[in-house]
């Protein structure tokens, strides 16, 4: 048993794509046509990290309530964590991309941390390991 896939709010496909494929390095795992439960037009929009099992279904806003959770899906806590494995080089190519962080990296006792601010304001750990020595 595994937790395949967890919905992201979001404004609009494409720039979140982007977002996530070419800024935080994800895998566009599909991007199909689909519709709504009432018959309007959609898209089933995966992304996930390399070699992860769960993914994250991009899900454009469909209504006001759904609108209004755009960035906030966690009540403002941190609500997504990124683990990678070299999290200095991670943390200077997102920078470079102008990726919103909230704090600077430190370490704590489970690893090095950052908090920043996905395409849709929702907040995230970046994770990795404690340099040796730090």
């Known amino acids: 048993m595994h937790l395949e896939l967890v919905t992201l709010i ?20 599909e991007d199909s046509p689909a519709t709504t439960n009432d018959g309007r037009a959609k898209r089933w929009v995966v992304v996930r990290p390399p070699n992860a099992a769960t993914g994250l279904l991009l899900a454009r806003a469909d209504g006001t309530v759904q609108e209004e959770a755009i960035g906030d899906q966690t009540a403002g806590r941190v609500g997504f964590f ?6 200095e080089a991670t943390f200077t190519r997102m920078r470079a991309a102008n ?3 909230l704090t600077e990296p430190r370490n704590e006792p489970y690893g090095r941390v950052v908090v920043f601010r996905d395409i849709a304001g929702n907040k995230w750990d970046l994770l990795g390991a404690v340099p040796k020595g730090g």
């Open 10 to 29: 979001v404004a609009e496909y494409d720039p979140a794509i982007a977002f996530f494929v070419d800024v935080l390095g994800f895998t566009l795992v």
């Open 99 to 101: 990726v919103h962080f």
């Open 82 to 87: 990124l683990r990678v494995d070299d999290f």
